[in-house]
């Protein structure tokens, strides 16, 4: 069965990074796109980017530009996402969904990750 | 990108049907019909429930449909049921491989 699955729980101080992993399995892992989508506590659902396995391609959302990598090993089937310079603002769930639409973009997100908590604090 | 516009809460009785509104621009919902809504209930992932506008996942209850017109897409949810108290989020294409949520609906069942 489909599954993607996330690493644990991550605590930063500000400025500092964090790199998060989402490992796919059930599947064949270059066919779908990965997406992160994160939740601060008390809003809602923001769209992250999203990167190609295939190639590694990416895109980010406009918020994030300059602040967030995503890469992945095809060797391990996961996909990692890297949010630098944390502040207070960054503290929140973060998973990684895949779109469901075969070597494309636009089927909806048809699995998730558990989540991550990521909690920036001094 | 701007986050796509949702009522903050929605409510019915059991047996009714509710519907949720999303309201974006010509450079998301009025242009691709590329659009999603999700189910969140607090502490699990988020489901997705309808995508391309009106298309139903297998394995999801056919009392969820969509549609859209115009900037504004609706999810309509008939024969409310308790378990259907959730965050609500629709999602949009919005062009170069991006993607924009909605804010959110708190769908309530008195």
């Known amino acids: 069965q489909v599954q993607l699955v996330q690493s644990g729980a991550e605590v930063k101080k500000p400025g500092a990074s964090v790199k998060l992993s989402c490992k796919a399995s059930g599947y064949t892992f270059t066919t779908y796109y990965i997406n992160w989508v994160r939740q601060v506590p008390g809003q809602g659902l923001e769209w992250m980017g999203l990167i190609n396995p295939t190639g590694g391609a990416t895109s980010y959302a406009q918020n994030f530009q300059g602040r967030v990598t995503m890469t992945r090993d095809t060797s391990t089937s996961t996909v990692y996402m890297e949010l630098i310079s944390l502040s207070a603002e960054d503290t929140a769930m973060y998973y990684c969904a895949r779109d469901s639409r075969p070597t494309g973009i636009g089927d909806g997100f048809d699995y998730w990750g558990q989540g991550t908590l990521v909690t920036v604090s001094s | 990108q701007s986050a796509l516009t949702q009522p903050a809460s929605v409510s019915g009785s059991p047996g009714q049907s509710i519907t949720i509104t999303c309201t974006g621009t010509?450079?998301?919902?009025?242009?691709?019909?590329?659009v999603s809504w999700y189910q969140h209930h607090p502490g699990k992932a988020p489901k997705l429930m309808t995508y391309e506008v009106n298309q139903g996942p297998s394995g999801v209850s056919n009392r969820f449909s969509g549609s859209k017109s115009g900037n504004t897409a609706s999810l309509t949810i008939s024969g409310l049921q308790a378990e259907d108290e959730a965050d609500y989020y629709c999602?949009?294409?919005?062009?170069?491989?991006?993607?924009?949520f909605g804010g959110g609906t708190k769908v309530t069942v008195l």
């Open positions: 999602c949009s294409y919005a062009g170069r491989s991006t993607w924009v």
């Open positions: 010509s450079s998301d919902v009025g242009t691709y019909n590329f």
